[in-house]
């Protein structure tokens, strides 16, 4: 290979690229340097800013290899042209996979990012094989005997801990034995189109040994380490407020830009009115941010306002029959091929009327058949980037709460409030595009609240021995006082408590008992001469009885020092300002940082510190907020 200018030392041939216009050789990291001053480039080719579009437009020009469509290698090209592309475009296995997810799903632009994402992962996987063991293909993961080097390989892709039998990355794993099983299927099925019995022989046994060891080996300590992940974190739901500041800040920034684009029709207006509105449309209607992002040109210019149908006006009330005057409804595709609708105000309309009109002005391509497109691209802004920006601009408490997820998550959780019947809940499950038990199972009221609010009205009950008192009645007509005390029905206790009150001026018998009561626990109980008085003689009588109540509710529990405070609040202050509970790996690392002033304590312990400090904070917050 002869460069155009030779390299001060040895280099890698695949370090070089050739010019799209001049052919010339040049290294990729300068090649848009060269492109810049080329002399065969056409004066009517408009310069494309940054340096992977550069490496990506002459990557176009090398010819596709034999048996790879052009749709495949114009992905691979697209790529950020690094060692993990390298091997992907190398490897036969790969290559067959993505051709068969394009000829799959390769006409929606969308799904071209998940193609590219699951070969690269294929790519990184192929790197740590031939780093850890003596294969170097894919097809060679792929065959029986083989299995334990590709078990070893996934392990070392995901970051398998053997010392904690963790992974750092657990859905790598998952997702890398689903892509070797299918391409175990393709090699089969390629086999047997070509007649090579013994090769498809091999496919279909490592398919069998995927079945039957693949969970015990991998996925099923990757999925343990994903489930565990979601314990103990708390469901942070928007506030309505922060919602609020959020609408009205957007409805601020939508007169500010419409009026400047109307003025001066330039990219930079065109943007942030795009983005504005697509925030304006994720937010009002709840939708997931990929379905209202890549909503297509056609689906709202082909929408068509209709009347509705006089029967149905008849049972409609007057303000429904003006809402349905007043909103715009665009059906578009919602997750797994759903038809979803979107609602649209008068303003909104304005707003992507005006964007529509100035797409050429403002640069947007011919062939972005995106409604909220970048200019100079063929791509799309990203709903969770704006409703991120946005949420950062007006000074909210918590931007991070304000995700379309959760904000799907807060209008289900304020239908379980408004208690709307099962007709009500299929159809804003329908709007929402997803089933009715999806909402049931993840869209209701977080589960922890539904287990303090409900189910311990139960357990207290039964604890205070009045679950009789409300047989026939449902959760909701439960009512009973946690802190309500227990009555003592033996007449002999009620005596010695008689007595205790008697002797006891001050305090109370419970007081006076209680004390004593902590006395005996901690052995601290005083052994004088001294004749007993009624309290002591008392106390005596009802130190078995205690040591019985003891064993079932009460805890024992140490004080933290001012010292042992400092050292948690030194490591692990992150934590409770994020309002977020450490996981087992930052207490134990916590500790061995505070060995001395932490040695009485266990991880659990710190764990639980911390969440307390949240959940206090979490209470303040919510008293600030109604107050």
């Known amino acids: 290979m002869i460069p155009r200018k030779l390299p001060k030392k040895n280099l890698d041939g695949e370090r070089f690229m050739h ?20 002399k065969f480039k056409r004066s009517d080719v408009k310069p494309k800013p940054g340096r992977t579009r550069v490496q990506t437009l002459c990557g176009f020009a090398q010819p596709p290899p034999p048996g790879v469509t052009h749709g495949v290698w114009k992905l691979l090209n697209a790529m950020n042209q690094d060692e993990v592309a390298l091997a992907a475009r190398n490897d036969w296995s790969i290559l067959e996979l993505g051709k068969h997810l394009y000829n799959k799903c390769g006409s ?117 380490t994903l489930e565990e992940a979601k314990w103990n974190k708390p469901t942070l739901l928007p506030f309505t407020e922060d919602v609020k500041l959020l609408h009205l800040y957007l409805d601020e920034q939508e007169k500010i830009y419409y009026k400047l684009l109307s003025a001066q029709p330039l990219s930079h207006h065109w943007s942030k009115l795009a983005k504005v509105t697509l925030t304006q449309v994720m937010l009002f209607n709840r939708r997931r941010e990929g379905e209202v992002s890549q909503m297509p040109l056609s689906a709202y210019t082909s929408s068509i306002q209709s009347d509705a149908h006089p029967d149905i006006s008849m049972a409609l009330s007057e303000l429904e029959n003006k809402l349905c005057q007043y909103f715009k409804r665009i059906e578009i595709r919602g997750k797994r091929g759903r038809k979803v609708p979107v609602l649209v105000t008068p303003s909104m309309q304005e707003s992507i009327n005006l964007l529509i009109k100035n797409r050429n002005r403002c640069g947007v391509p011919n062939e972005n058949s995106f409604l909220f497109a970048r200019p100079f691209a063929m791509t799309y802004y990203r709903g969770s980037d704006c409703i991120r920006e946005f949420a950062r601009e007006c000074n909210i408490e918590k931007p991070e709460t304000l995700t379309t997820t959760k904000l799907r998550k807060q209008i289900g959780t304020l239908s379980e409030v408004l208690n709307l019947s099962n007709t009500e809940l299929d159809l804003l499950a329908d709007f929402l595009g997803h089933d009715i038990r999806v909402h049931r199972q993840f869209y209701r009221l977080p589960e922890g609240t539904l287990q303090l609010a409900k189910m311990s009205k139960i357990f207290l009950a039964l604890e205070k021995g009045r679950l009789a008192d409300f047989k026939g009645k449902s959760l909701d007509e439960i009512n009973i006082d946690p802190e309500e005390k227990v009555t003592v029905d033996s007449d002999l ?32 109980k005083n052994k004088a001469s001294a004749p007993q008085t009624a309290s002591e003689h008392c106390d005596d009588s009802l130190v078995p009885a205690d040591k019985g109540l003891k064993k079932k509710g009460e805890v024992k529990r140490t004080p933290w020092n001012q010292q042992e405070v400092h050292a948690v609040e030194k490591h692990l202050m992150k934590f409770i300002k994020n309002r977020n ?9 916590c500790i061995e940082a505070e060995p001395q002033a932490l040695k009485n304590r266990e991880w659990s312990a710190l764990k639980f510190y911390i969440k307390n400090r949240i959940s206090a904070l979490q209470r303040k917050d919510l008293a600030h907020k109604f107050s």
């Open 493 to 524: 206790e009620d005596t010695q408590l008689k007595e205790c009150t008697q002797v006891s001026a001050p305090h109370t018998a419970f007081e006076d008992c209680n004390d004593s009561l902590l006395q005996a626990d901690r052995g601290l």
């Open 581 to 589: 509970v450490p996981r087992k790996t930052d207490c134990v690392r």
């Open 108 to 224: 929606r632009i969308k799904m071209h990012e998940y193609i590219r994402q699951k070969m690269r992962e294929l790519g990184r996987l192929l790197i740590c094989a031939r780093k850890v063991s003596p294969l170097t293909s894919i097809k060679e993961l792929t065959n029986p005997e083989n299995f334990l080097h590709t078990v070893d390989a996934v392990k070392e892709t995901a970051g398998y801990n053997e010392k904690t039998g963790l992974y750092e990355n657990p859905s790598i794993a998952v997702k890398l034995g689903q892509s070797l099983n299918k391409i175990a299927m393709l090699i089969e099925s390629q086999s047997i189109i070509s007649g090579d019995k013994a090769t498809a022989k091999a496919a279909n046994s490592f398919q069998q040994l995927y079945q039957s060891r693949w969970s015990e080996y991998i996925s099923a300590s990757a999925r343990r």
């Open 19 to 38: 010019c799209i216009y001049c052919q010339g050789l040049f290294l990729k990291k300068t090649l848009w340097r060269h492109l810049k001053i080329c």
